[in-house]
């Protein structure tokens, strides 16, 4: 293990800069962290959104083991995972997307299939929640890892922006298009995995919109829907294949179009969308974004009637 990530409070936070000064830690300033330090290749990090305390290095498990946990939580968690949380290593699908709050690019959704051995290999080989790993070249080596696991079963749908402007525009809200994604991840999974008993993912506003979408599918599996889902390997190992498979667009779009195209939704995505336009046209917008997002209406000079459908 060569990195890992746990919530602290902010007490714990505190006792832990005081442990590490005392035990001869080398403090340094790194944007948006409370504090890091680093000491003979293990490098200790409290960021303070969370706040969340990440540990680096070759010396990662001996950290964790022996400072972190008994004097830092005050509990062991290391090596007990199975025992804390059995239903992790159950056979089960896992599914996420990618996109939903992206103005450009498409949605994406993935999902995964593991059981006990596959989920033992995608903790050793450091898969977690995609929103936490920073950089494309490391999701797309994680992605690679995932895909190459013996015994893993993936199915991925991408729903490129015209396809999914003409899809919003004939569902009427995101949650319907977001169920009727997810059901047919769902339903690619068990085709390739029969017998699989149950499927995870994040917590859907109202969980009946993507329970009819299974239905409406004839596709008979239990579904547990809960909040911070991406905990469990199944999920976040989906997260990492979605968010890949993002990325790639954004890449070979912006190559083709001659225009950078950025995640998320700021002021830099309306600045490219106004370059976009320059370049192609106002109809190139409809190739390459989300039209619902108020972001149109901004660059357009007109207000989107559906903009509250917009994903925050």
């Known amino acids: 293990m060569n990195s890992h990530t746990t919530p602290i409070n902010a007490g714990q936070a505190e006792k832990l800069r005081l442990l590490l000064r005392e035990r001869g830690f080398e403090f340094h300033d790194t944007p948006h962290a409370l504090y890091s330090a680093r000491k003979k290749g293990i490098s200790v990090t409290v960021y303070a959104k969370g706040p969340k305390v990440l540990v680096q290095g070759g010396g990662t ?73 920073a950089g494309a070249d490391r999701i797309r080596k994680l992605a690679e890892a995932i895909r190459s696991t013996p015994g893993c079963v993936w199915h991925v749908v991408s729903i490129g922006p015209e396809r999914y402007n003409e899809l919003h525009a004939s569902f009427g809200n995101l949650n319907r298009l977001l169920a009727w994604g997810h059901a047919r991840v769902i339903e690619g999974l068990a085709a390739k995995q029969p017998g699989c008993p149950r499927a995870l993912s994040d917590q859907f506003a109202n969980p009946r919109v993507l329970e009819r979408a299974l239905r409406e599918r004839q596709v008979d599996i239990m579904l547990e829907q809960r909040t911070k889902a991406e905990s469990d390997p199944a999920v976040a190992a989906a997260s990492i294949l ?43 917008l409809g190739k390459a974004a989300k039209l619902h997002f108020r972001t149109t209406g901004q660059i357009l000079g007109t207000r989107r009637a559906d903009a509250a459908d917009e994903p925050s």
């Open 61 to 133: 498990e001996d950290f964790l083991r022996f400072i972190l946990e008994p004097e830092i939580l005050g509990e062991a968690k290391l090596g007990y995972e199975e025992q804390l949380h059995p239903e992790r290593y159950e056979p089960h699908f896992g599914i996420d997307e990618s996109g939903k709050g992206d103005y450009f690019g498409p949605l994406v959704i993935a999902g995964v299939y593991t059981d006990a051995e596959v989920a033992r290999r995608f903790t050793q080989a450091g898969v977690m929640d995609s929103k936490r790993i």
């Open 242 to 284: 979605a968010r890949e498979r993002f990325v790639d667009w954004l890449d070979r779009t912006s190559a083709a179009c001659g225009v950078k195209l950025p995640p998320g939704a700021s002021a830099t995505v309306q600045q490219a969308a106004a370059e976009l336009i320059a370049k192609h046209g106002p109809e190139a």
